[in-house]
């Protein structure tokens, strides 16, 4: 039997946090490679669309700012970091965190 700790609960949390961001990104035209590549990422102009279009963006966003799995690159892009790009491979395969 597998007790539920706080890390084990956070890390489904923000488990369930990437596959919905997935989701929205999709349904907003855009791929998880956009956030998966480092020097990539959603400007400040994307972001707006998204939550303007998607109402559970925002909290999304904070909670993958909040955990460490994403962050704002050199060039101001809103990316996932290593910890973010790690569980993206593990949920989706080697696919959607391959960086072009």
Known sequence: ?????????????????????????????????????????????????????EHDWPSHQRTLERSEAAT?????RFVLTDLGRELLFEMFGEGAADIA
């Open 72 to 76: 704002f690159n050199a060039q101001r």
């Open 1 to 53: 039997m597998t007790t539920l700790s706080a890390g084990n609960i956070a890390q489904r949390s923000l488990r369930q946090c990437l596959c919905n961001m997935a989701e929205l990104l999709y349904r907003q035209g855009h791929v998880l490679e956009t956030v998966s590549s480092p020097h990539r990422g959603l400007d400040r102009q994307a972001l707006s669309a998204l939550a303007d279009a």
